[in-house]
């Protein structure tokens, strides 16, 4: 055992690499006979007990990481006294849209019948969600998109939401926060991203912007991954997404305790990948970066 041993010193909690049958089977070339379900006692008399992979060791601790939940923080306060407009975006995991195994249980008499295998081919499309979620109101608006997550398929959610949904709710709108996280279609090095955002949300409502990324590796903590999407995971879990309108019905029917009410909106446009944005594109929007962590940091200017 000594070679196969692992454990946590505080607790004195250990485990072992080795299956209880293995063991069996080991213990009689010493002559002791022993069946697996005893093997299993003895292990949890010696403190062994069965035990997984924790996700605890972060390989990506920004030196600057704990400033940066600082700065968020405060923009967060300021924005919040003034009664100004705030929103964590981010894309959800796509979704195959068709009779499809979705994980989870549900309670009914008989079990729903799906296929065998997750094939692309058999899908009636790839829904792929982008969520914006409102902190101050505990609202949601996901944009269920059917093309590819791009930085142009970001903003048009968020200039969407923010014609639909926005407009009613705030008044006197002067300034947009935005918690998002430091990569994908809205990532702080994506150069198309800000330009989009400048050319569509900024100037077309004359409105500045504010956008604050989370470190890398903390995407974890931006409140639209835990206030919106886990909710709407837990609704949907066990219910194929057999069309485009069912998975629409199962985000705008989630709810929490704490009053969380979502609207749900599908999104036909194609979208392209690989464009990029030029100099001269760059050149033509107000990006003003903070003095403090610039690369998380900045404000478009309309």
Known sequence: MGEDIAGFPINLVRWSRRSTYNLS????????????????????????????????VSETHHPDRNRQFEIISETRKRFEDKGQPIISIDSKKKELIGNFKNSG???????????DHDFRSQAIGIAAPYGIFEPIYNLGT?????????????????????????????????ELLILCDGGGSNGSRSRLWKYYL???????????????????????????EHCLFGPITNNWQGRPLRSFEIALECIKSTSTKKGLR???????????????????????????????LPQWNYSLIP
């Open 142 to 174: 996901v944009v269920v998109g059917k093309s590819y997550d791009t930085p142009e398929f970001a903003v048009n959610c968020i200039d969407l939401w923010f014609n639909s949904f926005a407009k009613k709710r705030y008044q006197n709108v002067k």
């Open 105 to 115: 249980k549900t309670w009914r008499k008989n079990y729903d019948k799906v296929y």
């Open 198 to 224: 400048h050319q569509k949300i900024c100037k077309k409502y004359g409105i500045g912007i504010r956008v604050c990324h989370y470190p890398t590796g903390a995407s974890k903590w931006n409140p639209v």
């Open 25 to 56: 089977e080991e213990l009689k070339e010493y002559g002791i006979s022993v069946c697996p379900s005893s093997v299993g006692k003895i292990l949890k008399i010696g403190n062994f007990s069965l035990r997984v992979n924790r996700k605890c």
């Open 262 to 292: 979502v609207e749900a909106v599908l999104n036909d446009k194609e979208y392209q990948k690989g464009n990029k944005a030029s100099d001269s594109q760059m050149k033509t929007i107000n990006l003003i970066r903070n003095d403090e």
